[in-house]
Structures are given as C-alpha cells and as structure tokens.
C-alpha cells in the first residue's frame, strides 16, 4: 500500500479527529502534483473532501469548508486532514490520495464514526 492513513475513530457530534496519511518507502521519492482526501459513506460513492497542491493552494468541499483543514509536513512526505465540529453526515471511510504525472496512488481508507 504505497499510502498510508491513521487517525479514525468514533467520536461525538461536535468533536474533532486529525487524519494522516503518510507515503511508504517505495515512493518516497515521487513528486505529487496534488495530495487530496476523498471519503466514501456505506452505499455511496467516493466523494472528494479536499485537496492541496505542490504548491499549497487548498480546496474544500463545500460541505466541509471551515471545518476542515488539509495541510502538510514539510517534506511533504505526510497530509494531515484536522477535523472539526463533526456531524454525523462526515461518518465515512476517509481515504488519501496522491498524484503523480504517471499514477494516482491511495490508501486503504481509516473509519470516522461520529455518533453519539
């Protein structure tokens, strides 16, 4: 799994998570354009949360805009996604993605659960 996502849980409406998702060794190397998370709710499609480029310039969701926060480490090796005042429609696998010039690399997805 060349990418890989730690931080889900449960936690209550209201609460906050901090997702992260770090490269393996075998593309450590590889320049990414674009690092994103999408999450995928059971019986839906896989949906984009936000993005962040090379360059630093972010993108959210509607849905998640000022709740959310994609950032990175500064190696950009690590992109972290701090989740605030959760609702229980954010209750999803969160996966990471990443984008070469050649392939788009994922992760194996990290549950968030927001119940009460």
């Known amino acids: 799994v060349p990418l890989v996502e730690s931080g889900g849980g449960l936690v209550q409406p209201g609460g906050s998570l901090r997702l992260s998702c770090t490269r393996a060794?075998?593309?450590?190397?590889?320049?990414?354009?674009?690092m994103a998370w999408y999450r995928q709710a059971p019986g839906g499609q896989r949906d984009l949360v936000a993005t962040i480029s090379s360059g630093g310039t972010t993108n959210y969701a509607d849905s998640v805009k000022g709740r959310f926060t994609i950032s990175t480490d500064n190696d950009k090796n690590t992109v972290f996604l701090q989740m605030n005042s959760l609702k229980p429609e954010d209750a999803a696998v969160y996966y990471c993605?990443?984008?070469?010039?050649?392939?788009?690399?994922w992760g194996q997805g990290t549950q968030v659960t927001v119940s009460s």
């Open positions: 993605s990443a984008r070469s010039t050649l392939n788009t690399y």
């Open positions: 060794g075998s593309i450590h190397n590889i320049e990414f354009s674009v």
